[in-house]
């Protein structure tokens, strides 16, 4: 169950069967990440395909009919741009092909725009999903639910439902769905996925046999708001918590002395070997790693130095390809964890980690109260990894009596943060004690009790244990696998019993790199294969706005700690 690959042999296909000649790729704006995280541009101009545009509804007055149109898009927003494009074609023949499931209704719209027999085909291809990963997708909605975030937004709502039916589609589930109870979103999303699979049943496949069943198990961030505001350690989380990733790009334009070559860099698993083998490394492991591959690199170029002979001048021929494109993998990572270890070491992030992770683990109340009050007065810790800490506590001790968390408060607002010091409000708000209805801190022998702390190891400095925090996904997958969740994760429709072997969870509120991590490390360890999805990939600056934009701001005055 590899998302990217499923893409990729769904595009691949489209191309073959359009034959070859000549190609433009006609795209929507949600369709165009989509095809970008699974293809690179050269591969697709190695497919025949020389030209991409953006389909639009103004009609175009350019004749290119020598060219065939591969157009891929959503069919919720692209049916009336197609058909004003069908009433005036550009190109010689289109082959459409849309993401989901396509009405009746609107193939006859597009046949009755079709005047000049253009269509060469109209097809379903279940794509309706961003690739980030082998086993993660998101959907780039940064804001699902309406303010208070007890209801969708009802065009989300929609988005997400089409998603996932396509998701399941692609991966031939039909699965049983459980979810989140005591979250209204969670079980609105699940009903509006089981209509959709009740209206089309011919079309899924039983992904299983009797008694091995999928499962779609549909949670709610706000049942575990810690892991996206903590520091991340490993490369590909740490690349997004630092710097961000939006949709495989990442922006260096801000790093000091940044070159205009790597100003905007790609990190693709599929097309970065160097990326896909270390994107879970620890940045002790990454230090070293970086050090192989540089003095791997420098081993080569002395190599190509020395060109004496004919023989020599057709080595480097040969190689010189496979040359440049190291000599490109080794300045992009290399400048890219010199921009984390120096972010690293300005916002003192080692030490911060340290007290988050005792503080969402097994610190103590008087402890952490004067280790965080500490921290946040110094100068030298930022406002925002003052927040995150002060947010951390909030979520860690409310409910204790003189918990302390006004003094915090206090202090923010002494540097200035008053801002911040309204977030951490907003927060225990929208995702506090009262909001949520598991045990997130394992006062019941839940998940965070149960920690296994991993050691960097191999970079001078990196020495601590700052990866003892475990996401609330992972014992909630464990024991779904192992039938052992409670009944607070109801089923819609009759219960399942049977092995679980195919999981696909989406979190309403988005995912974090951390978690993707862990599903990885479930993937390798359990005998099941999990898919994780969300509205959006999260670092801790997008989930605290998401948090903002949830709480209104005549609603967060009336509030107080």
């Not at 849309?98 to 609107?106: E, G, Q, V, W, Y």
């Not at 130095?305 to 496979?322: C, L």
């Not at 007290?355 to 097994?362: A, G, H, I, P, W």
Request: aromatic share 6%; charged share 20%; glycine share 6%.
């Amino acid at each position: 169950m590899d998302l990217v690959n499923i893409v990729q042999s769904y595009i691949l296909k489209i191309l073959e069967e359009a034959g070859p000649g000549m190609k433009v790729m006609l795209l929507d704006a949600e369709t165009t990440p989509i095809v970008s995280l699974a293809f690179a541009q050269s591969a697709l101009m190695r497919q025949e395909v020389y030209l991409f545009e953006r389909l639009q509804s103004k009609p175009h007055n350019e004749d290119l009919r020598h060219l065939k149109c591969i157009v891929i898009a959503r069919p919720e927003d692209s049916i009336k741009m197609l058909c004003t494009e069908l009433a005036n074609p550009r190109y010689g023949s289109y082959y459409i092909n849309f993401t989901n499931l396509i009405s009746k209704a609107s193939i006859k719209q597009l046949a009755e725009a079709d005047m000049q027999e253009v269509v060469r085909d109209i097809k379903e291809i279940y794509t309706d999903y961003l690739p980030i990963g082998a086993h993660i997708f998101g959907l780039n909605i940064p804001s699902p639910l309406q303010p208070l975030g007890s209801r969708w937004v009802e065009s989300s709502l929609q988005r997400c439902s089409q998603a996932l039916s396509s998701l399941l589609l692609a991966l031939k589930m039909s699965p049983a769905i459980r979810y989140q109870d005591g979250s209204g979103p969670a079980s609105l999303l699940a009903q509006s996925v089981r209509q959709i699979i009740a209206r089309e049943g011919g079309l899924f496949e039983a992904g299983a046999a009797e008694n091995n069943t999928p499962i779609l198990l549909i949670l709610d961030r706000r049942e575990d708001p810690v892991t996206p505001l903590l520091t991340q350690w490993t490369y590909q989380a740490m690349v997004h918590e630092l710097v961000g990733i939006n949709n495989n790009r990442v922006s260096l334009a801000n790093t000091p002395g940044i070159t205009k070559d790597l100003q905007d860099i790609v990190l693709s698993s599929s097309q970065d070997e160097f990326y896909a083998a270390n994107l879970y490394s620890n940045f002790g492991e990454i230090g070293q790693t970086i050090k192989i591959l540089m003095e791997d690199f420098q081993n080569k170029a002395k190599s190509h130095q020395k060109i004496e002979s004919i023989s020599d001048m057709k080595n480097f021929v040969e190689n010189y390809p496979q040359f440049k494109k190291m000599s490109g993998t080794v300045s992009k990572h290399v400048t890219l964890v010199s921009e984390l270890s120096r972010l690293v070491g300005l916002r003192k992030l080692l030490e911060i980690s340290e007290v988050e992770q005792e503080l969402v683990s097994d610190g103590d109340h008087s402890t952490m109260l004067k280790q965080v009050s500490e921290l946040i007065q110094r100068e030298s810790v930022s406002l925002e990894d003052a927040r995150r800490l002060v947010m951390l506590f909030t979520l860690r001790f409310e409910s204790q009596s003189n918990n302390g968390i006004r003094s915090l408060l206090s202090h923010l607002r002494k540097r200035g943060g008053e801002s911040e010091a309204r977030q951490v409000q907003n927060l225990q708000r929208f995702a506090g004690i009262n909001a949520r209805h598991g045990d997130l801190f394992g006062d019941s022998g839940g998940a965070t009790n149960q920690i296994t702390g991993k050691f960097f190891k191999g970079l001078k400095g990196v020495e601590n244990v700052y990866t003892q925090h475990q996401p609330l996904v992972k014992k909630i997958v464990e024991d779904l696998v192992r039938g052992r969740l409670k009944n607070n994760f109801p089923f819609l429709g009759a219960p399942f019993e049977g092995k679980v072997t195919n999981v696909v969870v989406f979190i309403i509120g988005g995912i974090t790199y951390e978690e993707a991590y862990t599903v990885h490390q479930m993937n390798a360890n359990l005998r099941t294969q999990i898919i994780l999805g969300g509205t959006s990939i999260l670092n801790s600056t997008s989930f605290i706005q998401q948090v903002d934009q949830a709480i209104p701001p005549a609603t967060a005055k009336n509030q107080s700690i």
